[in-house]
């Protein structure tokens, strides 16, 4: 079965740093456009940064500066490196393969990892 697989999430210190993965078991995450979601308690899911099959970022403002994306293709594999990590970062994060030339064959959203930034 196709999967999205993320891991690295933990817990954190305020101003420190984590870098999150998305691992996907198929080839054609190397066309996508992939996303990282995140959804704090009693919050909707909300778009953290996406990233081009060609490397093209975009940040939502609450993590600009602080967050970046990035992608191996020949590992087929999506990273979050978030620095100056804050408690409002706290939230489960998502991977999600966001579109493409051909339908992502299974499920499009990962499992989640927990993010807990406190002290």
């Known amino acids: 079965q196709v999967q999205l697989v993320e891991s690295g999430g933990g817990l954190v210190q305020p101003g420190g740093s984590l870098r999150l993965s998305c691992a996907a078991s198929v080839s054609i995450f190397r066309l996508y456009t992939m996303g990282w979601y995140r959804q704090a308690p009693g919050n909707q899911r909300e778009l953290v940064a996406t990233?081009?099959?060609?490397?093209?970022?975009n940040y939502s403002d609450s993590v600009k500066g602080r967050f970046t994306i990035s992608r191996d293709n020949a590992k087929t594999t999506m990273y979050l490196q978030m620095n100056s990590l804050k408690p409002e970062d706290t939230a489960v994060y998502y991977c999600k393969a966001e579109r493409g030339p051909v339908t992502w064959p299974g499920d499009s959203w990962g499992q989640g990892t927990q993010v807990t930034v406190s002290s």
């Open positions: 990233i081009t099959n060609g490397g093209v970022t």
